[in-house]
């Protein structure tokens, strides 16, 4: 199974800051990467797909890169309603894997 | 609106098993898959697998082979995962989730199963 490390564990930001999360994959994945976020007692929602896709009606402050092993999340001007834990997810090869979460929270 | 909406919280007994449903609605149920999800309490997620509700094609975790099963019933929309021999580790809550092709562009609400004696 292709293994997904997420880091950090857990993030603490101010409002209106810049954060980013990372994802990297045991083996290459080839942009077949997802972000979820997840509020707290609430499903995930999707963020991101194919590593830099915005999902329809997600805030245009959220934004995907990377490639290969290598992935990222950023979070531009940070609002109170990102305070979430944030997940990653490979679908390049079953079975598909997550990341193990970002804790968010405000400072 | 695409709902998926999921069956109560269950308490079950250690050997036991469970089954619980995810009715979708609000797109055409057979042209999408349905996958099926396990986070643990303050875990990570975990894919048990996935059904294609049309074809009744499944594909299973191998981790989770012998544990979970897919099932759907097309006339009421509705996909559904029983569980075996459940024991402690079995604790978590469920998600179903639409893929679209991609991704997992909608999710349930969860099913929280707790097994204890």
């Known amino acids: 199974d292709i293994q997904m490390t997420q880091s950090p564990a857990s993030l603490s930001a101010s409002l209106g800051e810049t954060v980013t999360i990372e994802c990297r994959a045991s083996?290459?994945?080839?942009?077949?990467l997802a972000w979820y976020q997840q509020k707290p007692g609430k499903s995930p929602q999707l963020l991101i797909y194919n590593a830099n896709s915005l999902h329809t009606g997600v805030p245009s402050r959220f934004s995907g890169s990377g490639s290969g092993t290598q992935y990222s999340l950023k979070i531009n001007s940070l609002q109170s309603e990102d305070v979430a834990s944030y997940f990653c997810q490979q679908y390049y090869d079953y079975p598909d894997t997550f990341g193990a979460g970002t804790k968010l929270e405000l400072k | 609106q695409v709902q998926l909406q999921q069956s109560g919280a269950e308490l079950v007994k250690p050997g036991s098993s469970v089954k619980m449903s995810c009715k979708a609605s609000?797109?055409?149920?057979?042209?999408?898959?349905i996958y099926w999800i396990k986070q643990r309490p303050g875990q990570g997620l975990e894919w048990i697998g996935r059904?294609?509700?049309?074809?009744?094609?499944?594909n299973y975790n191998e981790k989770f082979k012998g544990k979970a099963t897919f099932t759907v019933d097309k006339s009421s929309s509705t996909a559904y995962m029983q569980l075996s021999s459940l024991t402690p580790e079995d604790t978590a809550v469920y998600y179903c989730a639409r893929y679209d092709g991609i991704a997992l562009d909608y999710w349930g609400q969860g099913v929280m199963v707790t097994v204890s004696s």
């Open positions: 059904i294609g509700p049309g074809s009744g094609d499944t």
């Open positions: 083996e290459d994945i080839y942009n077949g």
């Open positions: 609000g797109y055409t149920f057979t042209s999408y898959y």
